[in-house]
């Protein structure tokens, strides 16, 4: 099946630090989906991108869908603890989750 | 909150034996869908739903069976229980250009 390519696959955070993660696929999306999953909890919507070249926030968060369509990026600035988790990134190519392709995940973890 | 419930959230079961899960969502939303998680495989479908009575086969469907006999409630069965379907299970729910998950049940295959 189609691949999506999501780096890194895992990283340490300081808290302050901003983060960056992104998803790179050789097919193109209508829309890019990023994700958040906490331990022993479903995967949480944080943003939505319908639009080549948009830029979308949600609080501390930034993401943008790639003027090529084959690409999007997750920024988090100054992190927290809560930040900690697994995020995926999801693209699209229809209008429903049937063609749902997602990425195998970002593992954020907190720097002791 | 999504307005998702799955049932039940956690199942040990032995190999042979049939399981049912069941999703229930109170947003009216044409398309459900089961997907499963497993490390290094991330999340894959298995059927989706795109209304009353009609389903059809996500990537990973053999060995599972799918009825949606009401706008709110899709089950997926496990019509006989391997080791290789333990996994944690998802439903989701979505409009046009979202999807939503429900909090996951764990099966667990003996």
């Known amino acids: 099946g189609q691949q999506l390519n999501q780096s890194p696959q895992s990283m340490f955070i300081q808290e302050g630090e901003d983060v960056s993660m992104n998803c790179t696929s050789s097919?193109?999306?209508?829309?890019w989906l990023w994700y958040k999953q906490d331990p022993g909890e479903g995967p949480v919507l944080l943003i939505a991108?319908?639009?080549?070249?948009e830029l979308t926030s949600n609080g501390r968060l930034t993401a943008q869908f790639g003027i090529t369509r084959k690409d999007s990026f997750l920024n988090i600035s100054a992190s927290i603890p809560s930040d900690v988790g697994i995020y995926f990134c999801?693209?699209?190519?229809?209008?429903?989750?049937?063609?749902?392709?997602f990425g195998a995940g970002t593992i954020l973890r907190v720097k002791s | 909150d999504a307005g998702i419930t799955q049932s039940p959230r956690h199942k040990v079961t032995e190999t042979g034996t049939p399981v049912t899960l069941r999703c229930h969502q109170t947003?009216?939303?044409?398309?459900m869908y089961w997907y499963r998680q497993d490390p290094g495989h991330g999340l894959r479908l298995i059927h989706y739903?795109?209304?009353?009575?009609?389903?059809d086969k996500g990537e990973v469907s053999d060995g599972y069976s799918v009825s949606r006999s009401k706008t709110e409630d899709f089950l997926l069965t496990l019509e006989s229980a391997t080791s290789s379907q333990t996994s944690v299970y998802f439903c989701a729910i979505s409009e046009p250009g979202e999807l939503f998950f429900g909090e996951g049940s764990r099966l667990t295959v003996l």
């Open positions: 739903s795109y209304g009353v009575k009609d389903t």
């Open positions: 947003e009216n939303h044409r398309y």
């Open positions: 999801a693209g699209q190519l229809g209008e429903y989750g049937n063609k749902l392709v």
């Open positions: 097919s193109i999306f209508n829309t």
């Open positions: 991108l319908y639009k080549a070249g």
